[in-house]
C-alpha cells in the first residue's frame, strides 16, 4: 500500500528552527509537496521537490532523498504566524496526490 | 496567477435538502479538479476527481450519487451533496490542477457546510 508518515505534533519557539520529516513509501515517485495550512483554511503551496537535494526559498527550505524515501521542511525564524498544520503529499506513479496526515506545529513565544 | 475561488463559503441548510458547491479557476484552465472533505483536526480527504467533460471518479466509500459532481468546463467543477444529513457537515475544498501544466495542486478557500 500506499504510505506517508509525518509527526502528527511539533513545538517549537518563536525565533528557533524546526525540522518537519516526512518519510514515504508509494507506487511511484513523480514529486514531493509541502503545503501548509492553518486552521479553518485550504492549504497554501509551499514547495516542490522533485530531485534529490535542497530547495531553499526565504525562512523555508525543503529537502529530498529518493533513494530513502524521505523529505524535511525545515522552518527558520520561526514567527507566531507559522503555527499551522504541514502537509507532505506525493505524487504518485499514476500522477495523483498521496497526502500524509499532516503536522500540527504550535509556536511557543 | 493560479487562482482558485469556491462558493459559498460558509452555508447552512437543513437535513434534507441539497447544497451546491462551485469550484472555479480564475485565470487558468483545469483539465483535473479534486474534491476533498476535511473533518476538524484531520486531514484532507480526497472525494473524487473531476476530468472535464468525463464523469468523475470517486474514492472508495463516497456515494457517487450522494455527491453529485459535475465538471462541465475547463473552469468550472460543482459538487452537490444531495438529501444532506448533519454527518455531512464538513470543511468541503476544491483544487484544480493547470493544463498541460506540472502537478501542483491549487486550492480554493474551502467550503464550510452545517447541516442542522
Known amino acids: 500500500g500506499q504510505n506517508i508518515d509525518q509527526p502528527t505534533e511539533m513545538t517549537a519557539t518563536e525565533g528557533a528552527i524546526v525540522q518537519i520529516n516526512c518519510t514515504y513509501q508509494t507506487s511511484g515517485f513523480n514529486g514531493l509537496f509541502w503545503y501548509q495550512q492553518h486552521a479553518g483554511e485550504a492549504p497554501t503551496f509551499l514547495s516542490y521537490n522533485v530531485l534529490d537535494g535542497l530547495e531553499e526559498k526565504g525562512r523555508f527550505s525543503s529537502f529530498l532523498s529518493r533513494s530513502k524515501g524521505y523529505s524535511y521542511l525545515l522552518l527558520k525564524e520561526l514567527q507566531m504566524k507559522d503555527s499551522a498544520s504541514y502537509l507532505c503529499?506525493?505524487?504518485?506513479?499514476?500522477?495523483?496526490?498521496?497526502w500524509g496526515a499532516g503536522t500540527k506545529l504550535i509556536i511557543k513565544p | 496567477g493560479a487562482v482558485v475561488s469556491q462558493h459559498p463559503s460558509r452555508v447552512i441548510c437543513k437535513s434534507g435538502t441539497s447544497v451546491k458547491i462551485e469550484c472555479r479557476s480564475l485565470d487558468f484552465q483545469a483539465t483535473t479538479m479534486f474534491w476533498y472533505r476535511q473533518f476538524p483536526k484531520q486531514s484532507l480527504m480526497l472525494m473524487a476527481t473531476s476530468n472535464e467533460g468525463s464523469k468523475a471518479t470517486y474514492e472508495q466509500g463516497v456515494e457517487k450519487d450522494k455527491f453529485l459532481i459535475n465538471h462541465a468546463s475547463l473552469t468550472l467543477s460543482t459538487l452537490t451533496v444531495t438529501s444532506a444529513h448533519p454527518e455531512d457537515s464538513s470543511f468541503y475544498i476544491c483544487s484544480a490542477r493547470r493544463q498541460g501544466a506540472d502537478y501542483e495542486q491549487y486550492f480554493g478557500p474551502g467550503t464550510r457546510l452545517t447541516v442542522t
Open positions: 503529499a506525493v505524487v504518485d506513479s499514476n500522477y495523483q496526490l498521496i
